[in-house]
Nanobody, 122 residues
Framework: QVHLVESGGGLVQAGGSLRLSCAASERTQISRNMGWFRQAPGQEREFVAT????????RYADSVKGRFTISRDGAKNTVYLQMNRLKPEDTAVYYCATGPVVGVTVAQYDSWGQGTQVTVSS
């Protein structure tokens, strides 16, 4: 059973930065791909970024490309999402997830964290 815990969310002004962390439990298989998704009120959960188990295969949603950076620390079983130049439209609950493939859809991930709120004020 994979257990993921996100942290690092909060309130920030537009143009600011936040770094989200997602710590995986010790039982998590090392060879798992990780992704970040977000969900704004009244909207479907959408893809943000993904990274393969070995640190490659990085992909971003067009809306965050050039502003967000995904990375992982295998020794710490942790994946990060550095978010720069935040915009009010980035406001959402951010979820990390793990799955067997490097995918961009919710269905391609089988374990999810509880989410962390990111609010960007204008």
């Amino acid at each position: 059973q994979v257990h993921l815990v996100e942290s690092g969310g909060g309130l920030v002004q537009a143009g600011g930065s936040l770094r989200l962390s997602c710590a995986a439990s010790e039982r998590t298989q090392i060879s798992r791909n990780m992704g970040w998704f977000r969900q704004a009120p009244g909207q479907e959960r959408e893809f943000v970024a993904t990274i393969s188990w070995y640190g490659g295969g990085i992909r971003y949603a067009d809306s965050v490309k050039g502003r967000f950076t995904i990375s992982r620390d295998g020794a710490k079983n942790t994946v990060y999402l550095q978010m720069n130049r935040l915009k009010p439209e980035d406001t959402a609950v951010y979820y990390c997830a793990t799955g067997p493939v490097v995918g961009v859809t919710v269905a391609q991930y089988d374990s999810w964290g509880q989410g962390t709120q990111v609010t960007v004020s204008s």
